[in-house]
């Protein structure tokens, strides 16, 4: 899937998407940029299309039954949906973190080399390395350093993110898409998660769909703002909480809301 939209810094760009469920709309002529190297949160209520949105990225809605795509959404200028793109190959490309920790109930070691293994990676000493620089990217190694072969499941919460991070990092994807991934964690956690994001940054492009307005605010560049389905405005992150141009961003983002 090569670049075929030229230098501009735009790695995904969704234009005018309408999505189904069956025979009801979830998302009403959608567009929006995910530029490179940038952070991209999407915020709203509950149930205004932030995830479904997210999870169109990747095609992670053709596991749903009935799920029906109309517009353009495109990686690098290549149309995601295309007949002959490798799905498998774009969710290694487009990574995706979910709301709940999601290990695998295997060793924190085997967590991180079962995407190289599945690639054909099968030399120890590459697999052992692809173990370190993932799990220090993403702010683990220390912490688990002696405890690679133990289970995965007896990490607290916080540390399994941080592995599904790590985990999402083994197969060099260029974008992540984050789902909520501090919903379920202490503030402390959160934080560190946040803190990971903006080293992330450096290196990937990070998509985030968030319900606390504050921390789209600390670690997003650009943010869009959805309701019923609808993007509501999109902008960088700055000016949309400080100067939002759309009555609706601001009640809702002063709390004014409903």
Wanted: hydrophobic residues 35%; glycine residues 8%.
């Amino acid at each position: 899937m090569e670049n075929t939209s030229g230098s501009n810094d735009v790695v995904v760009d969704v234009r005018n998407v309408n999505l189904w469920y069956g025979d009801k709309q979830a998302l009403f002529d959608v567009s929006m940029p995910v530029r490179r190297n940038s952070i991209t949160a999407l915020i709203g209520p509950s149930g205004c299309g932030k995830s479904t949105l997210l999870r169109s990225m990747n095609r992670m809605n053709d596991l749903v039954d009935g799920c029906r795509v109309e517009g353009t959404m495109e990686f690098h200028g290549r149309d995601i949906r295309s007949p002959d793109v490798d799905v498998n190959e774009l969710r290694t490309r487009i990574g995706m973190i979910f709301q709940k920790p999601n290990p695998f109930p295997m060793s924190i070691r085997d967590n991180i080399t079962y995407g190289p293994r599945i690639h054909g990676v099968t030399d120890r000493r590459e697999l052992d390395a692809i173990v370190e620089s993932c799990l220090r990217k993403a702010a683990l190694y220390d912490e688990v350093r002696d405890r690679l072969g133990e289970s995965a499941l007896g990490l607290s919460g916080g540390q399994q993110q941080r592995l599904c991070i790590a985990r999402a990092l083994s197969v060099n994807p260029e974008v992540i898409l984050m789902d909520e991934p501090t919903s379920a964690l202490d503030p402390i956690a959160t934080s560190r998660i946040e803190d990971l994001a903006l080293d992330l940054r450096r290196e990937y492009t990070v998509a985030i769909v968030t319900h606390n307005m504050q921390q789209a605010s600390r670690i997003s560049d650009y943010t869009g703002f959805m309701y019923m389905g609808r993007m509501v405005e999109f902008g960088q992150t700055e000016e949309l909480f400080n100067n939002p141009s759309e009555e609706m961003t601001e009640r809702y983002l002063t709390g004014r809301f409903g």
